[in-house]
């Protein structure tokens, strides 16, 4: 192999990497996990049932310390993830 040719192969390998992290990082399973760690439910077999998009707004909240999110136009607690009344 000349230089170029491992450039390239480090490159590749490197995109393959960038691309995986960011499969895992954008899936359900990523963000029910979090918001597990940091207390806000405590069943992760519960929380895997919720939608992904549910899920990810879910998560925003609970990363910027947020106490509600919104989804389609409804308010929801961050402890808990239950419809706020």
């Given amino acids: 192999m000349n230089k170029s040719t491992k450039i390239v192969s480090v490159f590749g390998v490197l995109a ?3 691309g995986a992290f960011y499969l895992y990082t954008n ?3 990523f963000y029910a996990t979090k918001i ?3 207390g806000k439910s405590s069943n992760l077999d519960v929380l895997l049932t919720f939608d992904k998009k549910f899920l ?3 998560y ?3 990363k910027n310390k947020e106490n509600t999110f919104t ?3 409804k308010v929801y607690n961050t402890q808990g993830g ?4």
């Fill in 27 to 29: 899936t359900k399973t």
């Fill in 56 to 58: 990810k707004q879910w």
């Fill in 82 to 85: 239950k419809l706020k009344q």
């Fill in 16 to 18: 393959l990497l960038g």
């Fill in 71 to 73: 989804l389609d136009g």
């Fill in 36 to 38: 597990a760690k940091e």
């Fill in 60 to 62: 925003k909240a609970v």
